[in-house]
């Protein structure tokens, strides 16, 4: 499937982008995961990384629509 | 009130906000930027926040925080964007019946907002920069 994930913090680097178009096979969390680790392999130093979904933290079962709004979501470190 | 700004926090404001007439007890955390990282010294930090979800996190953080412990107030403001040493990055301010409550709401919100908010720090030094907690670090005693 086809969507477009936006990017923070250090994936923002990685990815070369605060909004990336991207193309995977698969159309859950986990196979944007997959797909990510093997275009950007940078991102597998990363302490963690989670894939929110619509704004809320999905868990790589979840089913992606294109339409969602997909945001990387690297280690924070806010306050 | 949940404000992530760019512009400096105002810190009365944020208080004021989470006061209420019915309490007997305001507490404030106030986190800064602090000068050194790693044994090097800071120059400045660059905040950026995935606006619309840190607002979502932080509503959640304080929902359970004031059914936890019946707070009658509360506010969050999280700076970001360009912040250099000794300025304000976030206030959290609660207020409730009783001190012990506003202690552990305040301690409660400030810890589960660093955990789970979409909010990322790097910091500049004046040899390079780092987006914090990012990647294990090199080695534990670094220069």
């Not at chain 1, 159309?27 to 940078?42: C, M, S, T, W």
Request: aromatic share 8%; hydrophobic share 45%; proline share 3%.
């Amino acid at each position: 499937m086809k969507c477009t994930i936006k990017a923070f913090g250090i994936t923002k680097d990685i990815l070369g982008g605060r909004e990336v178009n991207f193309e995977m096979d698969g159309n859950k969390v986990g196979d944007l995961r997959n797909a990510l680790h093997g275009r950007f392999p940078e991102i597998k130093s990363l302490n963690s990384l989670f894939i929110a979904v619509n704004n809320n933290y999905a868990d790589d079962s979840h089913l992606l629509n294109e339409t969602d709004e997909i945001a990387l979501i690297p280690p924070v470190s806010g306050g | 009130m949940i404000k992530i700004t760019e512009k400096a926090i105002d810190v009365q404001k944020v208080i004021d906000t989470a006061s209420s007439l019915g309490a007997g007890a305001v507490n404030v955390f106030i986190g800064t930027v602090r000068n050194t990282a790693h044994q090097k010294n800071v120059v400045w930090l660059e905040y950026e926040a995935y606006e619309a979800m840190a607002v979502a996190e932080i509503r959640k953080v304080i929902d359970e925080a004031a059914a936890k412990w019946g707070l009658l107030g509360w506010a969050v403001s999280h700076r970001i964007g360009t912040l250099k040493p000794g300025e304000v990055a976030v206030v959290v301010a609660v207020s409730a019946p009783h001190r012990k409550e506003s202690f552990d709401a305040c301690q409660y919100i400030i810890d589960n907002v660093k955990a789970k908010a979409p909010i990322w720090k790097k910091e500049v030094f004046e040899d390079g920069e780092e987006w914090v907690d990012a990647r294990p670090m090199a080695t534990a005693h670094d220069n």
